[in-house]
């Protein structure tokens, strides 16, 4: 069992930057891949990014790409993802989830979620 508690959302202007945090709980942390989702009102959740266990690929989504950057500190069992230049459309409620093994960029391979956290960028 893997909870995941995000942190680090907020308010910030067009051009912004935030780092996201979500903490897990588990010994095994280091054996799960993870990923980030975001869910903007009224339309279905969307991968952002995903980092594998050891941390040492990533994958990002197009939109996000060059903008948004995730890492882990399996030692703290945290990951966290760094957003840069933020844009209006950006604004969502963003969620963290861990599966076991690879990483995934489909929202269903993802076992654990965390219970999101907002992220509005004003313009």
């Known amino acids: 069992q893997v909870q995941l508690v995000e942190s680090g959302g907020g308010l910030v202007q067009t051009g912004g930057s935030l780092r996201l945090s979500c903490a897990a709980s588990?010994?095994?942390?280091?054996?799960?891949?993870m990923g980030w989702f975001r869910q903007a009102p009224g339309k279905e959740r969307e991968f952002v990014a995903t980092i594998t266990w050891s941390g040492v690929s990533t994958y990002y989504a197009d939109s996000v790409k060059g903008r948004f950057t995730t890492s882990r500190d399996n030692a703290k069992n945290t990951v966290y993802l760094h957003m840069s230049n933020l844009k209006p459309d950006d604004t969502a409620v963003y969620y963290c989830?861990?599966?076991?093994?690879?990483?995934?960029?489909?929202?269903?391979?993802?076992?654990?979620w965390g219970q999101g956290t907002q992220v509005t960028v004003s313009s």
């Open positions: 989830a861990a599966r076991p093994g690879t990483w995934g960029m489909s929202p269903g391979v993802y076992v654990y």
């Open positions: 588990g010994r095994t942390f280091s054996s799960y891949a």
